[in-house]
């Protein structure tokens, strides 16, 4: 697999029934893939089946539209590390600015 790894902080916010928020950050860690030539084939190859072709053809086709449409308007579209066969958020596409790679810290 050709890939980066690239880190992100996410920024959460937690509220709690009769407690202040509590507002902290947390380190993620993603790899952008890049043995792909097709947001089609990134689907294809790294989505979870039971979260994807699984769920039907009609939710399949509905899935891969979103993320051709985010490809589209953003220049990436991503796999979050719940629905990632691999276990962690995956990136195809361009890096999005907010991120950086492991040669950038």
Known sequence: MSCT???????????RAGAD???HEEEMMSIHIK???SVEEFIDKYY???RYKGRG???????LKSHEEDYKE????LISRHESNL???LYFGAIPDW????DQL
């Open 87 to 89: 276990g962690v958020a």
């Open 35 to 37: 043995d792909v030539n």
């Open 48 to 50: 979870k089946h039971s």
């Open 74 to 77: 953003y220049g990436y579209t």
């Open 57 to 63: 053809e009609d939710y399949a086709k509905s899935l």
């Open 99 to 102: 991120a950086q790679t492991v």
């Open 21 to 23: 928020s509590d507002m």
């Open 5 to 15: 790894v690239v880190y992100s902080i996410r920024r959460h916010v937690h509220r």
